[in-house]
T-cell receptor
Framework: EPEVTQTPSHQVTQMGQEVILRCVPISNHLYFYWYRQILGQKVEFLVS????????KSEIFDDQFSVERPDGSNFTLKIRSTKLEDSAMYFC????????????FGPGTRLTVL | QKEVEQNSGPLSVPEGAIASLNCTYS??????FFWYRQYSGKSPELIMFIYSNGDKEDGRFTAQLNKASQYVSLLIRDSQPSDSATYLC????????????FGAGTRLAVHP
């Protein structure tokens, strides 16, 4: 069964450093998403991506964040200068033909900012 | 501000019983509704989706949607200890929105 994959599973970084989280969405899916979940809190939407551009973003997704689809399979989230409060689980998701379709989540990357 | 509300629990049920999980949402234009299960430290795993008013059954799971009351529920029949997890209600706000809004989740504990 196709699945969303994410690497790395755990990333530890120093405050102020740049990190890139990587995702491979399900093949032939058209919509891609990043969510985050701070420990003990709800899953929060960050950004959605369709047709090689951002289609929607939340207030959390400020200038420190960027997304890219560098090739036909990868989808990345970059945080330029990490803060302590960026420590969270980051989930990538993808959906098929419509934004209202089911979103399938990857296993997540746990980001720890020291 | 679009909101999805769930009782945080824990909801404790004996093995074999029916677990009933509830969710309300604020945006009347919401079009699609999802139940995800999340084990501790893991990612959300889809249980069911529902788009139309009424009931939708899949094995031991039944999702119920009432758009007039802005209410969606999940029933788990014959609950098993392996069903113990946090259940997340997620809503797509509808046309023009390309995201899911999640509730905080209800923690379910099924005891033998």
């Amino acid at each position: 069964e196709p699945e969303v994959t994410q690497t790395p599973s755990h990333q530890v970084t120093q405050m102020g450093q740049e990190v890139i989280l990587r995702c491979v969405p399900i093949s032939n899916h058209l919509y891609f998403y990043w969510y985050r979940q701070i420990l003990g809190q709800k899953v929060e939407f960050l950004v959605s991506f369709y047709n090689n551009e951002i289609s929607e973003k939340s207030e959390i997704f400020d200038d420190q964040f960027s997304v890219e689809r560098p090739d036909g399979s990868n989808f990345t989230l970059k945080i330029r200068s990490t803060k302590l409060e960026d420590s969270a689980m980051y989930f990538c998701a993808s959906s098929d033909q419509n934004p209202t379709d089911t979103q399938y989540f990857g296993p997540g990357t746990r980001l720890t900012v020291l | 501000q679009k909101e999805v509300e769930q009782n945080s629990g824990p909801l404790s049920v004996p093995e074999g019983a029916i677990a009933s999980l509830n969710c309300t949402y604020s945006d009347r234009g919401s079009q699609s509704f999802f139940w995800y299960r999340q084990y501790s430290g893991k990612s959300p795993e889809l249980i069911m989706f529902i788009y139309s008013n009424g009931d939708k059954e899949d094995g031991r799971f039944t999702a119920q949607l009432n758009k007039a009351s802005q209410y969606v529920s999940l029933l788990i029949r014959d609950s098993q200890p392996s069903d113990s997890a946090t259940y997340l209600c997620a809503v797509n706000p509808g046309s023009g929105y390309n995201k899911l809004i999640f509730g905080a989740g209800t923690r379910l504990a099924v005891h033998p």
